[in-house]
């Protein structure tokens, strides 16, 4: 994990996803559980997510969550740069090597 110095900032993630919004919440029972589902198999991405949860423990951050695929009128000035960053980051993933 890259070493990350934030302190005496706030960064506000914003993000369409409700499974990030929604992660905070689930991590006691995550950790409780070990990361098993109630089927006792390890859940998807489990990996991620505990790197999510260091990051988290690292950094004071906040998670707005925006709504995905509105009408170009009905944008704000945060809808237009996430929907600019999200494309952006998109096409990057596509473009990668794997």
Known sequence: MSELSADN?????YTDCQNIIGLQTRRERFEKNSYMS????RIKNHELYKEFYKITDLVDCE???VK??????LKDEIDKIFTLVDK???NALREAPL
């Open 88 to 90: 952006a980051s998109r």
């Open 68 to 73: 995905g695929h509105k009408k170009e009128a």
């Open 9 to 13: 900032y706030k960064i506000i993630i």
């Open 63 to 65: 998670f707005a969550k």
């Open 38 to 41: 109630k089927a006792h198999k």
